[in-house]
């Protein structure tokens, strides 16, 4: 079974810290993705990356970044969190093949105080 | 650009009764992929079932079936049997095939349907 971490299940921050939201996947996959899940938002792509050290843009990056040194972590910054930025995080990853389906981690519920 | 919508946002259903969960999209390409994702109060999305477009038949996993209408770009859920244990947001997601590298190839979610269980 794929197995996909992401280090903390609950995260309380303040305003202006940087966070750093950790997540390794098991299955050697290539994509890796972060979202965010808001109510009544459904899920939304922040950043993904498709081989190590390559990243793109998903809908909504403003305000983050990402890092991939390994194929199996691929980690969410808020270079200086907000309180708008209190949400639920999921990171995926899926392998190379089209028809491959999304593979989630339990979540981080970050709030921003 | 392609967009999943699934028009109810919440629904019911008695213990081991069927319920029909929506989903439409709206799509130019014609080959592409379908999937129904199960987030329960856990929280762990898990998919559900997956559909090609390129094949008719609908897809079947136990007791969840789709219902896919490539012309009207419909894909519903079926769930028979319903257990309190299916009680979750389910969430109806597309994915173009021919550009599966890059952003062109990520999946569009809709925004979800919250599904209660009575027993």
């Known amino acids: 079974d794929v197995k996909v971490t992401q280090s903390s299940r609950y995260l309380v921050k303040r305003t202006g810290e940087k966070v750093f939201l950790e997540c390794v996947q098991d299955m050697d996959h290539e994509n890796m993705f972060w979202y965010r899940q808001d109510p009544g938002l459904g899920l939304r792509l922040i950043y993904f990356?498709?081989?190590?050290?390559?990243?793109e843009k998903g809908d909504i990056p403003e305000g983050y970044s990402v890092s991939r040194e390994k194929k199996e972590r691929f980690s969410l910054i808020l270079e200086s969190a907000s309180t708008n930025q209190t949400s639920m995080y999921l990171c995926?990853?899926?392998?190379?093949?089209?028809?491959?389906?999304?593979?989630f981690g339990n979540g981080t519920r970050l709030t921003v105080t | 650009a392609q967009t999943v919508t699934q028009s109810q946002p919440e629904m019911s259903v008695q213990e081991a009764e069927t319920v029909t969960l929506s989903c439409t999209y709206d799509?130019?390409?014609?080959?592409?992929?379908l999937f129904w994702y199960k987030q329960p109060p856990s929280r762990q999305m898990i998919l559900v079932i997956r559909?090609?477009?390129?094949?008719?038949q609908n897809a079947t996993e136990n007791r969840f079936s789709v219902n896919f209408q490539k012309a009207a770009k419909s894909f519903s859920l079926k769930i028979s049997d319903s257990q309190l244990g299916d009680a979750a947001m389910y969430f109806c997601a597309y994915r173009s095939s021919t550009h599966y590298g890059g952003s062109q190839g990520n999946l569009i979610f809709g925004k979800g349907t919250k599904l209660s269980v009575k027993p």
């Open positions: 559909q090609e477009a390129y094949k008719q």
């Open positions: 799509t130019s390409e014609s080959d592409y992929y």
């Open positions: 990356s498709y081989d190590v050290k390559m990243k």
């Open positions: 995926a990853s899926r392998g190379a093949l089209s028809g491959s389906p999304l593979h």
